[in-house]
């Protein structure tokens, strides 16, 4: 079926529909991953977004239930090159064209992706509207109606309704050897030693398995959990996780994390980093077109180490709005924005990338032992 994706400054592209059929606006971006289409369209954190892939063969190695960030997709549609209907993987159970019509996910195939990116990252990232039933003025009237990324609260949509504790499968996963049993390529998890609080902002299931492979026993609790309620449950450290929308818009959160600041060693990711910096009296700020793949380049200002990172933001911290006891501890080397920040007077740090990379590299796993560390260190 014919569907088009019109921008909201009326730049129109056409193509084959896949997946669902009908209508849906967001905002359009990119991701220059070449792998993990899977884990994209499962992050929280692509709330209201349309996401095209820069890759340009998507669906290759199929769709299956363990590689899942979350219960089900949450962008708005997806964009690619080339869609593969004919997947070859031994752990693939669905094609990617059954996913996304089974989840009412519409996609489009066939246009050209490097050029919208290239537009994307002219212009900016933008409303837009996916459609198989309108003409072209009709969706782009569709794209300018439809609410802006800024001043959005997505978390509410994305949090879990009531508090858990994670026990979800968490082992490592290796490829198998042939001469081995059906068990071998999962190795085994350690002992939990620490019970964190983890705050469910949009939470990846990789963060969660990540910290429990790390030995965190971790109870997941609401964005709208108070620091009261926090405290009450007595963890050794509270951890701010990933999610979507505008962090300026999250007022209600900063103030219960502000409360939470020297009671407790912290960490956050992504949108948890955000977060700490309101938390902090310092500002956020909206990117032209945001970081999303797995090849940006981030430097850690303490050791001069260059790691090759996994990231998926629209917003970043202004570095110049921090308080004098906050330092900045790492910067992306595309484009010279904050990447990590940590208090110089309480057990407190984050970083705007993701350490549990799914997708993406490894270089920055160590955080999760740095966490462990530093709550060591403060019992």
């Keep these: 079926m014919d569907t088009i994706l019109a921008l909201e400054d009326g730049r129109v592209f056409r ?4 997946g669902h059929s009908g209508t849906s606006t967001g905002e359009a971006c990119f991701n220059t991953s070449m792998t993990g289409y899977q884990e994209i369209l499962t992050d929280p954190s692509y709330r209201g977004q349309i996401v ?30 080339e869609l593969c209907r004919t997947p070859s993987n031994f752990r693939s159970q669905q094609t990617l064209q059954d996913y996304l019509s089974e989840h009412e996910v519409i996609g489009i195939e066939g246009i ?8 994307l990252r002219s212009a900016g990232a933008m409303r837009a509207c996916l459609s198989a039933e309108l003409e072209e003025d009709e969706a782009i009237e569709a794209a300018k109606a439809s609410p802006p990324m800024t001043g959005s609260d997505f978390v509410k949509e994305v949090t879990t309704s ?7 499968e968490s082992r490592r996963w290796t490829v198998p050897k042939p001469s081995h049993g059906q068990e071998d390529h999962y190795h085994p998890l350690p002992e939990p030693l620490r019970r964190i ?15 429990r492979q790390h030995g965190f026993e971790v109870q ?16 050794d450290g509270i951890f701010l996780s990933n999610g979507p929308g505008d962090p300026e818009a999250l007022d209600y959160i900063h103030a219960e994390i502000r409360k939470l600041i020297g009671k407790k060693p912290i960490f956050g990711i992504c ?26 380049p981030v430097k850690d200002l303490r050791s001069g180490r260059v790691s090759i990172t996994s990231q998926n933001h629209g917003f970043a911290t202004d570095g110049e709005s921090l ?29 705007q990338y993701h350490p549990e990379a799914a997708p993406g590299p490894h270089d920055a796993s160590y955080f999760f032992q740095e966490f462990a560390d530093l709550i060591d260190a403060t019992k």
């Design 15 to 18: 193509g084959e529909g896949f």
């Design 52 to 81: 095209a892939m820069t890759y340009p063969l998507i669906g290759n190695y199929g769709v299956n239930p363990e590689d899942s960030e979350s219960r089900q997709p949450h962008v708005r549609g997806f964009v690619v090159g």
């Design 112 to 119: 050209d992706t490097r050029a919208l990116t290239k537009h």
């Design 162 to 168: 009531k508090p858990f504790t994670w026990e979800e």
């Design 197 to 211: 609080v983890a705050y469910d902002f949009g939470v990846k299931y990789n963060i969660l398995r990540q910290l």
């Design 220 to 235: 997941v609790v609401g964005a709208g959990t108070s620091a009261r309620e926090v405290l009450k449950l007595d963890p």
């Design 271 to 296: 949108l948890g980093h955000q977060i700490l910096t309101h938390a902090f009296g310092g500002k956020t700020f909206k990117l032209k077109f945001g970081h999303r793949g797995g090849n940006q």
């Design 323 to 351: 308080p004098s006891h906050v330092e900045i501890t790492h910067v992306n080397l595309n484009d010279g924005t904050v990447e990590g920040i940590r208090s110089t007077t309480d057990p407190v740090f984050s970083v």
